[in-house]
């Protein structure tokens, strides 16, 4: 079983930037892949990006994010992380980080743990 603690959120401007951090439990985090999905209130679950298990990872993004927002992962620290760039208020909501076995999906349904959420909130 694993367990996903984010960190990171914040207010921040509109053109700022924030880092967001996913800490994991237990000793095979490089053989998860990791997401990050986003929910505003009053709206459904949203896909942000994922990055592949192993050492190198290759990355997916949402089109919305894609340029700005930039997913990686320290297997030595169990943590995955999300640069957030050139913020937009539309940015505004609980982000969560999922994991699943190997392999990314866009699909919120196919992550087996999440963690709990953190706030981010981005003023025009």
């Known amino acids: 079983q694993v367990q996903l603690v984010e960190s990171g959120g914040g207010l921040v401007q509109a053109g700022g930037s924030l880092r967001l951090s996913c800490a994991a439990s237990g000793r095979t985090f490089s053989t998860y892949a990791m997401g990050w999905f986003r929910q505003a209130p009053g709206k459904e679950r949203e896909f942000v990006a994922a990055i592949n298990s192993g050492g190198g990872g290759s990355t997916y993004y949402a089109d919305s994010v894609k340029g700005r927002f930039t997913i990686s992962r320290d297997n030595a620290k169990n943590t995955v992380y999300l640069q957030m760039n050139s913020l937009k208020p539309e940015d505004t909501a609980v982000y969560y980080c999922?994991?699943?076995?190997?392999?990314?999906?866009?699909?919120?349904?196919?992550?087996?743990?999440w963690g709990q959420g953190t706030q981010v909130t981005v003023s025009s």
């Open positions: 999922a994991a699943r076995r190997i392999y990314y999906s866009r699909s919120d349904t196919t992550y087996d743990y």
